[in-house]
């Protein structure tokens, strides 16, 4: 359990994290989202104690991570950067962290064969893939087995084998009743991988819901329907808290009432219906929605670069 | 507890951070990088080697001219010496590198996330550092001492071990050159950037000494002897200076500078963000 209570850090003027409070439960994935400068990894920095806020706490399990007496048994943490000397062997790396809290030599040999570096744990770090560095920060989270593990962009330059892996591995972490608290900026692979999400943006708390509360929020869950009739629908239809809206003559698209009831009506009143497909707002513009009035006071340009960001993907 | 949970437990091993752990942490980092061996090596090929070439070129000079009466300053056993000057360069750069090579690689967040409470770290460093420094030095100025001495020997002018101040000098060599490291630690846990941290430490080592030379005589006495090399070196000679510190004075002088240094390291190591 991690929680979070007013956190906040500021830079001279600049407010990297705005009072933040939240709790990440055990036994799921919690996501934590937010473009890139959003403060999550200042936010991950302060949990473990590397930075000190502002304002605020952070505890793990119920005390400060400074507090616990063997941390690397409590907290796992992999962090944005690689947090690794080049010039040191995968396995003395291990070694090293392995030795401030007794933990046997053996555990090093286990982490590195579960992260698949056995090959290469001989060789020198600096020569390492940014993938092969990702497998060694993940394996050094979880050398002391705890039950918290905090990770900053794990999937960062993982090739898809390795993405899916992570997932994987997370999802079965959490499964054992471990707390993960994983960040990323891409709402597509936190659809993936979280069924909780902490969202934030500019340093603010944007949301702490699940993943389908988020896709809730969007309230954009219309019904496509597609008729000859579609002027005598659209009549029949009409009524509170429904909004139809029409592209083409034959086309509606409906929202306030779900797809069995258009059926019901439109087979009582014996119009025929061509098409009639119930369509979810997707996670990204859900995500869009709810970050939506945090990017307002930007750039178009800007907006547009958190889009292509949030989603992942680039229309432009 | 199930067994195995108990194997779990014990596969894990048990207690928390303790300060030996994390000087056995200390001691794994700093024998798996080349640079601690590479560093070590350059400091006793400089000692022995420079110690040995000083020695039996004045050795040499000696033969060929005869040793000049009057030449009472002549310091066979700080003859033997001087290479150490040339190893601070090594031991200096080792020192900083110990600290500011964590900083520029991040490897310092995995450390301060293993032991968050950081201080047992810059204890841990100073003891592995400062215990293998000296042995080392120590090892590399009793070689030079032996091997210069015998090359004086030659011309008839070399000392033994039991010459006064002979030994103590021998010593103190060590001592100088762990002292020199420590205050490259203390700059590099202030500075944590390597440029900056071994500029400053070789501003203070050799460039003060020249810039005193531009005070005024009067002021020049009373402050050159107080700059941390004039004042550290007075260990490694037997022949009074009465312009400069004695031996173990100038000694301790050298010392404080390390320590102020590494007072400054360990005070903002607490307090600054990781």
């Given at each position: 359990m991690i929680e979070a209570r007013g956190l906040t850090k500021r830079y001279g003027d600049k407010?990297?994290?705005?009072d933040l409070t939240f709790t990440i439960r055990p036994g799921v994935v919690t996501g934590f989202l937010g473009?890139?400068?959003?403060g999550k990894s200042t936010t991950m920095r302060m949990l473990i104690g590397l930075d000190a806020p502002t304002e605020g706490t952070a505890t793990i399990n119920g005390r400060p991570?400074?507090?616990?007496?063997a941390p690397l048994r409590e907290v796992g943490a992999l962090l944005?950067?690689?947090?690794?000397?080049?010039?040191?062997s995968a396995r003395n790396h291990l070694l090293a962290l392995a030795a401030t809290t007794g933990i046997p030599k053996r555990r090093v040999d286990e982490v590195i064969d579960l992260v698949g570096l056995s090959d290469v744990a001989?060789?020198?770090?600096?020569?390492?893939?940014l993938g092969m560095g990702q497998r060694l920060g993940i394996a050094s989270a979880l050398l002391g087995d705890p039950g918290t593990l905090i990770l900053d962009?794990?999937?960062?330059?993982?090739d898809p084998e390795g993405i899916l892996w992570i997932r994987n591995l997370l999802k079965n972490l959490a499964a054992d009743g471990r707390t993960i608290f994983v960040s990323s900026h891409l709402m597509s692979e936190m659809a993936l991988t979280a069924s909780h999400l902490i969202v934030v943006g500019r340093g603010r708390l944007l949301a702490d819901v699940t993943v389908q509360e988020l896709t809730k929020m969007a309230s954009r869950d219309q019904v496509k329907v597609r008729t000859p009739h579609a002027a005598r629908l659209r009549s029949l239809l009409a009524g509170e808290g429904v909004v139809i809206t029409g592209r083409d003559d034959d086309l509606l698209e409906v929202s306030g009432i779900d797809s069995t009831e258009i059926g019901l009506v439109a087979a009582g009143a014996g119009i025929p219906l061509v098409e009639l497909t119930p369509q979810h707002a997707s996670l990204e513009e859900a995500f869009m929605e709810v970050t939506r009035d945090a990017v307002e006071f930007i750039t178009p340009q800007e907006v547009d670069d958190f889009a292509v960001v949030m989603t992942g993907r680039n229309d432009a | 507890m199930s067994a195995t949970a108990i194997a779990q437990r014990v596969a894990l091993g048990t207690g928390g951070v303790t300060q030996t752990r994390v000087i056995e942490s200390e001691w794994v980092k700093f024998r798996s990088l080349r640079s601690t061996l590479f560093s070590l090596l350059a400091a006793v090929v400089c000692t022995v080697g420079l110690g040995i070439l000083i020695s039996a070129l004045r050795a040499n000079d000696f033969k060929q001219?005869?040793?000049?009466?009057?030449?009472?300053?002549?310091d066979p056993t700080a003859h033997s010496l001087r290479g150490l000057y040339l190893a601070q360069l090594a031991i200096g750069v080792l020192g900083v590198l110990v600290i500011t090579g964590e900083y520029s690689t991040g490897m310092v967040r995995a450390t301060f996330a293993a032991v968050p409470r950081r201080l047992p770290v810059l204890w841990a460093k100073i003891a592995v550092f400062s215990v293998v420094v000296f042995v080392v030095s120590f090892v590399a100025s009793l070689v030079a001492f032996l091997a210069g001495q015998a090359f004086l020997g030659t011309a008839h002018v070399g000392v033994s071990?039991?010459?006064?101040g002979a030994a103590r000098a021998v010593l103190g060599g060590a001592l100088y050159l762990t002292i020199t490291g420590l205050l490259a630690v203390g700059l590099g846990f202030v500075l944590r950037n390597t440029a900056g941290a071994i500029a400053t430490l070789f501003g203070l080592l050799l460039v003060l000494p020249v810039i005193a030379q531009a005070l005024p005589s009067s002021w020049y006495d009373d402050v050159y002897k107080y700059l941390p090399m004039p004042a550290g070196g007075q260990?490694?000679?037997?022949?009074?200076?009465?312009?400069l510190l004695s031996p173990w004075a100038g000694l301790g002088v050298f010392a404080v500078y390390a320590v102020v240094a590494v007072a400054a390291g360990a005070f903002v190591l607490k307090r600054r963000d990781a």
């Open positions: 407010l990297a994290v705005d473009p890139n400068g959003a991570y400074i507090e616990h007496p944005e950067a690689r947090a690794i000397h080049t010039g040191r001989g060789k020198r770090v600096g020569g390492f893939s962009e794990p999937v960062n330059g993982l | 001219h005869g040793v000049l009466k009057g030449i009472g300053g002549f071990l039991g010459s006064p260990i490694m000679t037997t022949v009074t200076d009465r312009t």
